[in-house]
């Protein structure tokens, strides 16, 4: 009987050591994609993403951040998305439209009042139903960021109204909306990937760039650039996409998860926003560059024959039920 037991007590002893000695299930690793830095609006919601993830499903996943365009421009991040190469990426509408044509239609100039009406439009059912569409273009969109409005930087002289924009050579994203806006205003719009831009500004390729504060101060362009003049000319929405290949094998449970996730990163980037419209202005004046408001009825009233483009586009009645949008 002696025998009998103490062969089972090691038998159990055994197993129960097998058991500890074993190691614990790997997180699941996954590749997150931004254009900018880290201390970025961009940066921001990444962090959060990456908190909300990794507290939501108990460490079984967790976000390897490659900030600075590290994997290439927003259309290959995109596309990367598609093939399941990249598993989540914080993008800007400049690179959507090329897959999500409607997603255009919130760069239109001078469309947004401010931060409140713009959130507004997003967080109804304009913004959702357009989220609604990515899935069909090989994409998942989690929820709508945020970059801010738009402000006009340059090296030559301060623009206070349409005709000191005037043959200014601009860097804008691939977006022809912002393009058509621009020509109407007589800038030499110039689309660049946004890795070239601080090489073009040094070499003075390109006169200036236009892009909210939050990319003015993080990507530290009062280091190149001279004039700021507070345009606001568009307001700028980011995304926080995912890939099918991953969202698709998840269970409902972890699908809530990131959506939460994407909620959270979207509040991240409102806050940094708000923070940064604030503070951005004072901050690039202590860094030496010159600051102006502009003529904003004049600008407004510039860019009114582009309308009818935009019109015909995404159609009026979807232009004007985001404008007037209370």
Same mark, same amino acid.
């Given at each position: 009987m002696r025998k009998s037991w103490f062969s089972k007590l090691m038998l159990a002893a055994s197993v129960a050591g097998v058991f500890a000695a074993a190691p614990a299930l790997a997180a699941t690793n996954l590749k997150l994609a931004y254009a900018l830095s880290t201390n970025s609006h961009y940066g921001a919601g990444a962090d959060a993403l990456a908190k909300t993830i990794e507290g939501e499903t108990g460490g079984e996943f967790k976000l390897e951040h490659f900030p600075n365009s590290a994997l290439g421009g927003e259309r290959e991040v995109i596309e990367g998305l598609q093939l399941g190469t990249i598993d989540l990426a914080i993008v800007s509408t400049g690179a959507t439209l090329n897959f999500v044509p409607n997603t255009g239609v919130f760069d239109i100039p001078f469309l947004f009042r401010d931060l409140t009406h713009a959130r507004k439009v997003l967080d109804g059912q304009i913004g959702q139903e357009m989220l609604e569409a990515?899935?069909?273009?090989?994409?998942?969109?989690?929820?709508?960021?945020?970059?801010?409005?738009?402000?006009?930087?340059?090296?030559?002289?301060? #623009?206070? +109204?349409? &005709?000191? $924009?005037?043959?200014? *050579?601009?860097?804008?994203?691939?977006? @022809?909306?912002?393009?058509?806006? !621009?020509?109407?205003?007589?800038?030499?719009?110039?689309?660049?990937?946004?890795?070239?831009?601080?090489?073009?500004?040094?070499?003075?390729?390109?006169?200036?760039?236009?892009?909210?504060?939050?990319?003015?101060?993080?990507?530290?362009?009062?280091?190149?650039?001279?004039?700021?003049?507070?345009?606001?000319?568009?307001?700028?929405?980011?995304?926080?996409?995912?890939?099918?290949?991953?969202?698709?094998?998840?269970?409902?449970?972890?699908?809530?998860?990131?959506?939460?996730?994407?909620?959270?990163?979207?509040?991240?980037?409102?806050?940094?926003?708000?923070?940064?419209?604030?503070?951005?202005?004072?901050?690039?004046?202590?860094?030496?560059?010159? #600051?102006? +408001?502009? &003529?904003? $009825?004049?600008?407004? *009233?510039?860019?009114?024959?582009?309308? @009818?483009?935009?019109?015909?586009? !995404?159609?009026?009645?979807?232009v004007e039920s985001i404008r007037n949008t209370q």
């Open positions: 990515f899935p069909k273009r090989g994409l998942v969109a989690l929820a709508w960021g945020e970059q801010g409005f738009r402000q006009l930087t340059n090296n030559v002289r301060p #623009v206070v +109204t349409p &005709d000191d $924009a005037k043959g200014l *050579k601009v860097r804008t994203t691939e977006n @022809p909306i912002h393009i058509a806006a !621009f020509r109407e205003l007589g800038i030499l719009a110039t689309p660049m990937a946004w890795p070239e831009v601080a090489t073009a500004l040094q070499q003075g390729t390109i006169d200036g760039q236009e892009n909210p504060m939050s990319v003015i101060v993080s990507a530290k362009l009062p280091q190149l650039q001279k004039y700021l003049s507070l345009t606001a000319h568009v307001y700028g929405p980011a995304l926080v996409l995912m890939s099918p290949n991953v969202y698709n094998g998840l269970s409902d449970e972890d699908k809530a998860s990131f959506k939460k996730a994407g909620h959270d990163a979207a509040l991240a980037m409102r806050a940094y926003v708000d923070d940064i419209e604030k503070s951005g202005i004072e901050e690039v004046k202590k860094q030496g560059m010159q #600051v102006n +408001t502009v &003529d904003h $009825a004049a600008f407004v *009233k510039a860019v009114q024959p582009v309308y @009818p483009q935009y019109y015909k586009q !995404f159609g009026k009645d979807l």
